[in-house]
Structure formats: C-alpha cells, structure tokens
C-alpha cells in the first residue's frame, strides 16, 4: 500500500516515471523487523532490524558466530524467529516452511556447497527452474506433449544460466567432479535459474582463488544490473567493500552498525569488533 | 527408423519379449521369467522410492500381499471381474500408502525404516489372522485366471505376454518419470533436502506422492501374482520378502530402472538354481547386500557407471565428492 500512496503523490507530475524508478529502486524489498531467535541461553540474534532496498546489494558482516548464516536461515524459511517479523514484498513471511519462501521469488546459496553431486550440471540448474514449471508426476511419467516444450524451455533457460557463470561447456558432467570454485559459480547459476528477486548468498567467495573473486564480483555486479537485489554474507572484505551498497554489521547477535562501506568502516564499535582484523584490504 | 534406432532399450525390449514368447516353450522357464517380470515391477517401483527419493521402505511386502489379497479375495470369494479387483487393489494400496505415509514420512532414515518395518509386520499379522478372509496360513485358494479379448490367460505363455509389455509400459512410464521436472526434484531431494527445499520443491508432498505411486506398483504387481498362481498364502508376503526386495534394489543399483531388471533377474533366479542352498537363502542374501554396499554402493550398474564417468572427469582435475 505504501508504494501505491507515494506513487500517486507523483503521477501527474513532470518527472513521474523518473520518480517512479527512484521510489522502486528504494523500496524495502525485504524488510527484518525485531527479529529474535535463541538457542538455548545462546542469544544468537537479538531484535534485529533493517531493510534491504529493491535492486541493491546490502551486505552482512560480522566476526564467526556473528549470527549471519542464522539470519540467512531465517529468512528463507529453515528456522522461524521467537520474535519479530520479515516481510517480503509486504507479506510476512516467517514461519513459512522453506519451498513456500522460495516459490515467493527468494533463492539462495549455502556457506557449505550443497549440490545434487550425482546429477549433471545441467540438471542440477534445471532444478533451479522447479517453481516456474508445473509438470507433475503423472503428466511427466505419461510424457504428455506440452511437457515436451515446457522441458525445452526448462533446458534452455538452464543452459543460459550455465553460460552466464562460465560453465556452458561442462554441462553434461556430474556435479560433483567440478572443483570447489566452479561448484560454488554452478550453485548461483542454479539460484539464478529460479528467477528470483531476491538473492542470497553464503559466503559466495570462500575457497576461491584471487582470479575466480574478481569474476564474482562482477558476476554480483552484473546481477544487480540485472535488477536483482543482493544480500552478501562475506567474510571477504575487498570483495564486501567493492560491491556492496549498504552494509549491515552483525556481533553476537546485534545490529551494531549499517550504512554505506565508507560509513561503516569508520563506526567505532565496528572497529573495536573487529579489532585485529585486516580492514582496508 | 535409421540405425541407431534400433539400439534404443525399449526397441531391444520389445524385439527380446517378442524372441521369448516365439521360441521358449517350456512353461518352467516361462514362469520364472514371469516371475522376473512381476518382481522387476515391485523392484522399479520400490527403487522410485529408495534409489531416488532416498526413502527407505521396509515393508513393500505389505503392499504386495494388499494388492495380492484384495484381487485375490474380490474374485474368488465375491465373483468381481478380475481386471476391477485389481483397479479395486491399486485404490486400497493408494489410500493406504497415503494414511501410512502422512506420519511416517516426517521421519528420516532409520526411523522411516522402523515404520514401513513395522507397518510390513502389522499387515502380515493380518493377513496370517484374518483366516475367513484370507483364509490365514493355509491360504486363499480359487483365485481365477485373468482372461482378455475372450482369451483365458491360464498357460505361462499367455501371462507371459501380459506381464511383459504391461512392465515394458510401467518401465517407460517410470523412465519419463525420473527424467522429468518430478524425477529431477526427487534426485534432488534425495542428494540435498534442504537445497531442494531452497528452490521451492515441497519435499514432505513429493515423498508422499512418491510413497503412494510405488505402492501403486507393488499392488498391480500383487494382483498379477495372484492371477498368476491362483493361489496365495500369507507367507509370501511377510518380512522375508520385504528385505528381498531392498536386495534387489540394491544389487541392481539404486536409482536404476535397468538395474531393477537386472537385481530381480538375479534374485528370482539365483535361489532355483541354488535350491540346495535353500536353508541359507537369508545368509546368502545378506552378503550379498554387505558386499554390494561396500563395494557398489550405487549397485551394478549405476556403481559401474560411476566408475566410467568419474574416471572420465578426473582427468581435467575436478575433485571427487
């Protein structure tokens, strides 16, 4: 409703459509409010709150046990907090289970690569395009003619997704004899081919080399100019600096600081967490 | 058709179904491969759910004495057409798969085992008991021959040529199944709930429509048998056969609709052949599943398979998982 409100402010005004592409662009698409969550006496998130704006890369820092993967695992659905709300799009979406999250439009990678390791590559993107295909167990067993394009389109939009991370050329190989670097590029080609519009990603960078970094943060800018928004949970701070818009810093389970790269690099509790840590490289 | 063609599996199947029904006419044979072909029916259906969804099943026994018993008892005791009996058993085994695996799928690896494990006992116990039914230990006898197009399918080579293409079609039907959006979110499911979950597959409906669709397969299997011997008795359904099954599927290969064929080739045929072995069949099939796990995890084919494809891949580097 709040878009619809401010929308009409400027309809009828000069610069409408100007206006209108500011306001989408600052939209929360994704919205933490109070979100609490405790494992036993571990407090690992404690009334956490901020917005993620539509198409743009918002980052989440915090030394190990910070509660980044916890708050990642909340929002597409795996744990539900004790308190709080998150809100997609304007619906609240904890406590649903996992595949309702993601049929919302919110995909993901894992800090551990989880592929289907005995399935092709092509396959394993294939999945990816589950919530936008509706063949079901008996119009797949019975191989009924509109499957037939439908699994076309499937595989194409798969082999796209493939040739967009680099790995079109190793499509008919299983998933599990790639090298770790290529397995985490075939999980994002595998998010990608959901649609989403929203992408999380768990430490995109871990276990790359210094070459295949610099070709995710591209990757990541590209999506984003794709009109995808982006939250990074990173440990990597060249890649976070670089490509993130707005950052969030997570210790021990609070918020202590967001802003910009710029701001947050210099909020003093910020250093003080992560004192003795390499911070301008 | 160019020549390649011809190499197709199904092709190949068809041409040996027709070669068999030509030139085989001694009914021993032809019941053991009758046999084959109602086992490779119970085991591609119980490998939809082990192989590739990765869901242990401890009990398809039950299913195939349900299927077995509600053809079994709805034509020899009521006079109902055979070919409804078996719609009537597919219905029974549907629904009872489906109240079985509400609860029971919710739980993981050996607890879900524990439960089809338990679940397989329960029915057993029943069908051994419910004697003016099922007509107990000594079993149902009377069951009618199956008859289509006026034929009366009572020599092995006429159920021969029932059996035979309608596996050929469930075969098929099961091919399609594994290689469509369905089939590839039950692999997925099996390798990685969670990722499976994190692009919108609803694992907890697909293990039940799986669950259900495999005790579809079992309960036509039943009813074939049923037909086929014209005789049923409770012990060919009780635990025994349900591990059976489990060998088959994992000796064929796991996530194989070939390698069901051939783990239930094997396995129908190994203990006739061994039949003086007989008192040490469970021994026997107990190593045979030790030895194939430890070493063919993936089973016959799929393991060989493997060991093709990943040597193939190992050379550019990649690391093996």
Known sequence: MAFHAKAEKYLGEPLCLGALVVILFTMPILELQDISLAFGGLQALDKVSFAVGAGTVQAVIGPNGAGKTTLFNLITGFLSPQAGKVVFQDQEIQGRPPHQVAQMGIARTFQLVQLFDHMTVLENVM?????????????????????RGEEKSIKERALE????????????????????????????????????????????????????????????????????????????????????????????????????????????????????????? | ????????????????????????????????????????????????????????????????GLGAYTSGILT??????????????MLVCGLTAFLIGVPALKLRGYYLAMATLGFGIILYIVFNEAESWTGGPSGLTG???????????DTPKRL????????GGIMALSANLVDSRTGRALRALHEGEAAAQSLGVNTSRLKLMIFVWSALYASLAGSL????????????????????????VVLGGMASIWGSFL??????????????????????????LMVVMIFLPRGLVRGIMDLWEFRRYKKEGGIIG
């Open chain 2, 143 to 153: 069951i009618p021959d199956l008859s289509l197009f006026g034929f009366k399918l």
């Open chain 2, 1 to 64: 058709m160019n020549p390649r063609q011809f190499l197709n599996p199904w092709v190949l199947f068809g041409a040996a179904v027709l070669l068999t029904a030509a030139a085989l006419h001694n009914d021993y044979y032809l019941t053991l491969i009758n046999f084959i072909g109602i086992h490779t029916l119970l085991v591609v259906g119980l490998n939809l759910l082990m192989g590739y969804a990765g869901q242990i099943s401890l009990g398809h026994a039950a299913f195939f």
């Open chain 1, 127 to 147: 999945v990816g395009r589950h919530r936008l295909s509706r063949a079901g167990l008996l119009a797949g067993a019975l191989r009924l003619p509109w499957t």
């Open chain 1, 161 to 281: 997704e493939l040739a967009f991370v680099g790995l079109g050329d190793r499509a008919q190989q299983p998933a599990a004899t790639l090298p770790l670097g290529l397995k985490r590029l075939l999980e994002i080609a595998r998010a990608l081919a959901a649609e989403p519009t929203l992408l999380l990603l768990d430490e995109p960078a871990s276990g790359l080399d210094a070459v295949e970094t610099e070709r995710l943060q591209e990757m990541i800018l590209a999506l984003r100019d794709r009109g995808l928004t982006i939250l990074l949970v990173e440990h990597d701070m060249g890649l976070t600096m670089e490509v993130a818009d707005q950052i969030a810093v997570l210790n021990y389970g609070q918020l202590i600081a967001t802003g910009t790269p710029r701001e947050v690099q210099r909020n003093e509790e910020v250093i003080a967490a992560y004192l003795g840590t390499d911070w301008q490289t």
């Open chain 2, 160 to 167: 021969f040529l029932l059996i035979w293409p309608v596996l």
């Open chain 2, 263 to 288: 783990g239930a080739a094997v396995l129908t045929v190994l203990p006739e052949m061994l039949t003086m072995f007989h008192d040490y069949e469970v021994i026997i099939f107990g190593v045979i």
């Open chain 2, 76 to 89: 020899a005791t009521y006079g109902v057409d055979p070919w409804l009996a078996m719609l009537a058993g």
């Open chain 2, 225 to 248: 048998y049923a037909h086929t011997l014209n005789f049923i008795a409770a012990a060919s359904f009780g635990f025994m056969f349900s591990i059976k099954l489990v060998t088959m």
